[in-house]
């Protein structure tokens, strides 16, 4: 019987629970949050939607027990980005949060693995596996598996191929400083700097530039619209969950602690990373130039300096 508990009933975590549901993911959902009346108003919401999805049970709760015995608990509770703010802006209390929660989950749910997704992630997953203490590989954030997402959606709409025959990843922090790796992209086996299929446009250096941007921007032009971005890290997060409670051996770039990648020690940053049962199994040494190497670096520096700033 997998069991997934998920912190925080806002619009991320409700969406997750929701995708979840939807996909089948485990067979019971957990809900906690420290407002009861709001949970308990989506666990209801969520329950009257039983009879069409794979059968589960969904219960919530503001008391921390309800999350006891999961197989992962999925923290998204934290301050919400608003307009104008950046992931960074949210450290400071999203990690004196974290000084509170941490322990509590280890105690009703000490074999869990923790997925973080509250912003910003890559700091916050750093924070939560030092509290923890629990291996490195059990502790792992969503990293940049939505800015992937909105690569290749962005590619797919550029290119007119399926986005599912797209495969390229960002990598580094899940934020300002992230970066796309050009070099090991392709697209239905042909990589992507060569492509050149004729009714398919090309793609030249101002494309990629254009497309960038709007990936690493994406989430600002969401809350300014709406407030929130939920749909798509809820599917994300769920694709994640897939991952650990089926033991598929995916290729996800998720949020881990870096300990001699690239040179790279003592932070957490995204890399295409095979997710098991186990958590993060191993990072893939992708094909990288010069410049996306340095990046890569300059990414993790930004990342630790924010550490370092809240005194990990």
């Known amino acids: 019987m997998n069991k997934?508990?998920?912190?925080?009933?806002?619009?991320?975590?409700?969406?997750?629970?929701?995708?979840?549901?939807?996909?089948?993911?485990?067979?019971?959902?957990?809900?906690?949050?420290?407002?009861r009346a709001k949970v308990d108003a989506e666990v209801l919401d969520l329950n009257h939607g039983l009879q069409f999805?794979?059968?589960?049970?969904?219960?919530?709760?503001?008391?921390?027990?309800?999350?006891?015995?999961?197989?992962?608990?999925?923290?998204?509770?934290?301050?919400?980005?608003?307009?104008?703010q950046t992931r960074m802006d949210l450290a400071g209390a999203n990690v004196a949060l974290c000084r509170t929660l941490v322990p509590q989950l280890l105690k009703v749910a000490p074999n869990a693995l923790l997925l973080v997704v509250t912003n910003p992630v890559d700091v916050l997953t750093y924070v939560v596996q030092k509290l923890s203490g629990l291996p490195a590989r059990r502790v792992f954030g969503s990293g940049t598996v939505l800015d992937s997402s909105r690569l290749r959606f962005l590619l797919a709409c550029h290119l007119k191929v399926a986005v599912q025959n797209v495969h390229a990843f960002i990598a580094g922090e899940h934020g300002d400083s992230e970066l796309p790796l050009w070099s090991s992209a392709s697209v239905g086996g042909i990589p992507l700097m060569q492509w050149a299929v004729p009714g398919h446009a090309r793609l030249t250096e101002e494309d990629r530039t254009r497309i960038?941007?709007?990936?690493?921007?994406?989430?600002?032009?969401?809350?300014?619209?709406?407030?929130?971005?939920?749909?798509?890290?809820?599917?994300?997060?769920?694709?994640?969950?897939e991952a650990v409670l089926h033991?598929?051996?995916?290729?996800l770039p998720v949020s881990s602690r870096m300990e001699g990648y690239l040179g790279i020690h003592d932070v957490c940053l995204s890399i295409p990373s095979i997710v098991n049962r186990g958590g993060v199994e191993s990072l893939l040494e992708l094909p990288m130039n010069?410049?996306?190497?340095?990046?890569l670096r300059r990414s993790a520096d930004t990342i630790r300096q924010a550490i370092r700033t809240l005194g990990f």
Request: glycine share 12%.
């Open 4 to 35: 997934v508990a998920i912190v925080g009933a806002g619009s991320v975590g409700a969406t997750i629970a929701y995708a979840s549901m939807i996909r089948g993911v485990a067979k019971q959902l957990a809900l906690y949050d420290v407002n």
């Open 53 to 84: 999805v794979p059968m589960a049970t969904l219960e919530g709760s503001d008391d921390i027990g309800v999350c006891a015995g999961a197989d992962v608990v999925v923290i998204t509770a934290g301050a919400k980005q608003k307009p104008g």
């Open 212 to 241: 960038f941007d709007n990936v690493r921007t994406a989430a600002y032009q969401i809350i300014r619209g709406k407030g929130a971005t939920n749909y798509a890290i809820g599917l994300a997060t769920t694709q994640i969950l």
């Open 247 to 251: 033991d598929e051996q995916r290729v």
């Open 290 to 295: 010069d410049a996306e190497r340095d990046g």
